[in-house]
């Protein structure tokens, strides 16, 4: 989160939100990231900003089997699970708003097609 602080650190005009976005494969590496976005906040004078989780979802790599393996599991109770876990750890965490995205047809399902 380098950028984040940096980006904080430099900004001088009011912010109403910030948003910001994490592919985790469990819930704690979101709650640690929604703590460190609330902490960098405040740090830099904006306690009353918004933190938005504008985009996340299960991914437990970006590269190999364990991509596909994300992909698939998005679509099964594992990813619902996964859904659920997220929105209440948000819910009772440091995140204002959360957003979950999917149209489809989408990367996702593209990749997952094309590797049956």
Not at 21 to 43: F, I
Not at 49 to 66: F, H, P, R
Request: aromatic share 18%; proline share 3%.
């Amino acid at each position: 989160m380098v950028w984040t602080e940096k980006f904080l650190s430099q900004l001088k005009a009011p912010l109403d939100f910030f948003s910001w976005h994490v592919y985790p494969y469990g819930t704690e590496e979101t709650k640690e990231r929604a703590d460190t976005v609330r902490s960098l906040l405040d740090k830099y004078g904006f306690e009353k900003t918004e933190s938005i989780l504008d985009e996340w979802n299960y991914v437990l790599d970006w590269s190999g089997d364990n991509m596909t393996y994300s992909f698939i599991q998005l679509k099964k109770i594992k990813g619902a699970s996964f859904n659920l876990a997220t929105m209440c750890t948000c819910q009772h965490g440091s995140v204002d708003m959360l957003m979950y995205y999917d149209a489809r047809p989408c990367a996702y399902r593209q990749y997952y097609q094309l590797r049956k």
